[in-house]
């Protein structure tokens, strides 16, 4: 059983990668930690409560920063909607927070069964970041760190070309992250550029006919558009979906290969990016498995499950 924390920035593929994680026979999700990310917090937050409405699941949920660790970040709202749901006009949720924030409740859950909860990182790793400050050994007391992010062949989605949005958000949160957690497994924005679904694949999806699927057409709608405006051809990308594809069954994964990763923080033009010693030259340690190919046929299984 894979007991875990999403720490999240809801967004329209972190809505799928947490329904998916809800209806994993082998997975419970204990917490969810919310940051500020493809929207600000004031919606990141009610995203997640809305979510569970959808899921009908209860999980306590606690807000953390509203803001990056140093300068500010760009947002994503131009690809998941101004609301960062896809402005499909879900209702509001009844749900409640939690009080306490979310860095805090990282370090308490951590320290209260160590070794046993693994954490899923799907946003900026501002939560991570302030929640390792608060205790320097948190990641001994996580069982294991997965994190959607990163551009490993300098192949970015933002407005640095070589670097990926969740690094880009909060560069310095990343580095701090990086360079404390001894082994982390990355999904990066390259390998989900390699896992895209065509869009007879994302008409199965919709046509699974349940109230979850509903959610995911209505969500996904403006962002397939963006993506068929952007590429000049329909696909959807699923990169946190990937991600927890990832977490909960790790043999989805075909390929992977073991690296030192560091955080560029002060590039002109690569601020944020993900620098891989692929030769490990360096010197550093190896810190990063790095996950380059998955079984296709599994992930669309996965994505599917989370809809039913
Ligand atoms: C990542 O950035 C966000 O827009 C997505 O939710 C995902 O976590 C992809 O680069
Ligand atoms: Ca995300």
Same mark, same amino acid.
């Not at 799928?16 to 994680?21: C, G, K, S, T, V």
């Not at 709202?77 to 924030?101: K, N, Y």
């Given at each position: 059983?894979?007991?875990?924390?999403?720490?999240?920035?809801?967004?329209?593929?972190?809505?799928?990668?947490?329904?998916?994680?809800?209806?994993?026979?082998?997975?419970?999700?204990?917490?969810?930690?919310?940051?500020?990310?493809?929207?600000?917090?004031?919606?990141?937050?009610?995203?997640?409560?809305?979510?569970?409405?959808?899921?009908?699941?209860?999980?306590?949920?606690?807000?953390?920063?509203?803001?990056?660790?140093?300068?500010?970040?760009?947002?994503?709202?131009?690809?998941?909607?101004?609301?960062? =749901? !896809?402005?499909?006009? #879900?209702? %509001?949720?009844?749900?409640?927070?939690? &009080?306490?924030?979310?860095?805090? *409740?990282? $370090? /308490?859950?951590?320290?209260?069964?160590?070794?046993?909860?693994?954490?899923?990182?799907?946003?900026?790793?501002?939560?991570?970041?302030?929640?390792?400050?608060?205790?320097?050994?948190?990641?001994?007391?996580?069982?294991?760190?997965?994190?959607?992010?990163?551009?490993?062949?300098?192949?970015?989605?933002?407005?640095?070309?070589?670097?990926?949005?969740?690094?880009?958000?909060?560069?310095?949160?990343?580095?701090?992250?990086?360079?404390?957690?001894?082994?982390?497994?990355?999904?990066?924005?390259?390998?989900?550029?390699?896992?895209?679904?065509?869009?007879?694949?994302?008409?199965?999806?919709?046509?699974?006919?349940?109230?979850?699927?509903?959610?995911?057409?209505?969500?996904?709608?403006?962002?397939?558009?963006?993506?068929?405006?952007? =590429? !000049?051809?329909?696909? #959807?990308? %699923?990169?946190?979906?990937?991600?927890? &594809?990832?977490?909960?069954?790790? *043999?989805? $994964? /075909?390929?992977?290969?073991?690296?030192?990763?560091?955080?560029?923080?002060?590039?002109?033009?690569?601020?944020?990016?993900?620098?891989?010693?692929?030769?490990?030259?360096?010197?550093?340690?190896?810190?990063?498995?790095?996950?380059?190919?998955?079984?296709?046929?599994?992930?669309?299984?996965?994505?599917?499950?989370?809809?039913?």
């Amino acid at each position: 059983m894979h007991r875990l924390i999403i720490d999240t920035d809801p967004g329209v593929d972190d809505a799928h990668a947490i329904l998916m994680a809800l209806a994993h026979p082998d997975a419970s999700v204990e917490a969810i930690t919310v940051v500020g990310g493809n929207v600000g917090l004031e919606h990141t937050g009610p995203n997640a409560l809305k979510i569970l409405d959808v899921a009908g699941a209860d999980v306590p949920v606690y807000r953390g920063a509203a803001s990056s660790l140093v300068l500010p970040g760009e947002n994503a709202a131009s690809v998941h909607g101004a609301d960062g =749901l !896809g402005d499909a006009g #879900l209702p %509001a949720s009844q749900r409640t927070f939690e &009080a306490e924030h979310a860095a805090n *409740a990282l $370090v /308490r859950l951590a320290n209260a069964e160590p070794g046993e909860l693994s954490l899923i990182a799907i946003g900026p790793l501002t939560n991570l970041a302030l929640a390792v400050r608060l205790d320097p050994d948190l990641p001994s007391k996580f069982k294991k760190l997965v994190v959607m992010g990163g551009a490993i062949h300098s192949r970015g989605n933002t407005s640095t070309a070589s670097a990926e949005f969740n690094i880009f958000a909060d560069p310095e949160a990343a580095h701090v992250v990086f360079s404390t957690w001894p082994r982390l497994t990355l999904v990066s924005w390259e390998t989900t550029l390699a896992h895209g679904f065509s869009l007879d694949v994302v008409q199965r999806f919709f046509d699974l006919g349940t109230p979850k699927a509903e959610f995911f057409r209505k969500t996904n709608e403006k962002l397939i558009a963006y993506v068929t405006e952007v =590429l !000049g051809r329909g696909m #959807l990308f %699923a990169p946190d979906g990937l991600a927890m &594809a990832v977490a909960l069954e790790p *043999a989805i $994964v /075909r390929h992977a290969e073991l690296k030192p990763v560091s955080i560029e923080l002060h590039g002109r033009h690569t601020r944020g990016q993900t620098v891989v010693d692929w030769l490990s030259r360096g010197g550093a340690p190896a810190n990063v498995e790095i996950v380059l190919e998955v079984d296709t046929q599994r992930f669309i299984e996965l994505m599917e499950l989370g809809l039913r």
